[in-house]
């Protein structure tokens, strides 16, 4: 009987050995999921300085305040300008050299301010040249700075937004 016992016990054990080999093995654990990426930190706008020597009240003011309406709504506010009018940041003639020292990052002023120093745009403002009107004058004046590097010399140390007649 002992031998039986032994016997049985001896297949027991040779069978888990041969089942535990035969086994398939475990499945690896699912790899924890990622964290979600940290949402993205909201775009700060562009801000811009417009600058400009006319009163509250005057036709530069309006003409200013709803062209930088019009930047906003075009960048989808992604640039936004702030306008500084009334001389708050530089006197009228110091426009254009407010923009090259920083002080501003756009100015509208007058050629007007800067006897000699642009000859060739200077050129239409001065009277009786029979120049229709303002619009006439400024679309002649714009033409002739995008035509000839001579005019576009003038204002080599700027970005041009544009140039206009009275």
């Not at 039986?4 to 790899?31: E, H, Q, R, T, Y």
Request: aromatic share 8%.
């Amino acid at each position: 009987m002992k031998k039986l016992i032994f016997v049985l016990l001896a297949i027991i054990l040779i069978s888990a050995v041969v089942l535990a080999g035969c086994a398939p093995a475990p499945a690896p654990k699912p790899a924890p999921a990622p964290a979600p990426a940290p949402a993205p930190a909201p775009v700060k706008p562009i801000e811009l300085k417009l600058a400009h020597h006319d009163s509250l009240v005057g036709p530069g003011t309006a003409a200013n305040k709803a062209w930088a309406e019009e930047v906003e709504k075009a960048t989808n506010g992604k640039v936004k300008l702030t306008i500084y009018p009334t001389e708050q940041l530089f006197k009228g003639p110091a426009a254009y050299d407010s923009v090259l020292n920083k002080v501003t990052d756009i100015a509208w002023g007058f050629i007007g301010f800067y006897p000699g120093r642009f000859p060739l745009s200077d050129i239409l403002s001065q009277p009786c040249l029979g120049v229709p009107n303002a619009l006439g004058g400024s679309l002649a004046m714009w033409n002739n700075y995008k035509k000839f590097p001579e005019m576009q010399a003038e204002y080599k140390d700027v970005k041009l937004l544009l140039v206009h007649t009275h």
